[in-house]
């Protein structure tokens, strides 16, 4: 056939596995999350080529978080210290809870619940910032979502990340002041 490249496949392994490091490249160099569509244009492929390669990756232990913001490369190398919470609150009182969070040097990896039929369900948020905050609340506005508590009657737990244990007790503390904790 005249005009038709075949493409063996040691070939597609090497082009994907150049892609994959060139993924890794991309996400180590930005401080912020990088969107499928970006990388999809950064490198000429389809984002359906982006998903796949990110699910390899993740599958060997490539630390690529997906947030709603879209892909970050997480070390989980750093010597920063780790903490769940069990909380509850309304979805008028997100915003304060994330405050607490962030205002005292926290950073909210994740959302987590236990629902009855589907088992702990795990969501990515990596919320650092009042911006971070905002944005996370306006996107729920714009989409017109319910955050994901709401199917566990406000109960859910954040993993939190900050530089001290000092810090975390006092996220605690101010977390169960304002009546969020679950005992």
């Known amino acids: ?55 390899l990756l993740r599958a060997v232990n490539k630390s690529i ?29 997100i915003a304060q809870e994330l405050e607490i969070i962030v205002d ?9 619940i236990e629902h009855d039929i589907y088992g702990q369900i795990t969501v990515d948020l990596m919320i650092a910032s009042r911006r971070d905050i905002k944005e996370f609340l306006q996107k729920f506005r714009d989409s017109k979502t319910k955050p994901l508590k709401n199917l566990t009657d406000g109960r859910h737990y954040h993993t939190v990340e900050a530089d001290t244990e000092k810090d975390l007790d006092i996220i605690e503390a101010e977390l169960k002041e304002k009546g969020y904790l679950v005992n």
């Open 104 to 112: 005292n040097n926290g950073k909210v990896l994740d959302v987590v």
């Open 1 to 55: 056939m005249r005009g038709i490249k075949c493409i063996r496949e040691d070939e597609y392994t090497v082009e994907g596995d150049s892609r994959k490091k060139k993924i890794i490249e991309i996400l180590t160099t930005r401080d912020k999350a990088i969107s499928g569509n970006d990388l999809s244009e950064m490198l000429n492929v389809s984002r359906q080529v982006i998903v796949q390669d990110i699910a």
């Open 65 to 93: 978080l997906s947030t709603n913001k879209g892909y970050i490369l997480y070390s989980d190398e750093s010597k920063r210290f780790k903490r769940s919470y069990y909380v509850t609150h309304t979805d008028a009182q």
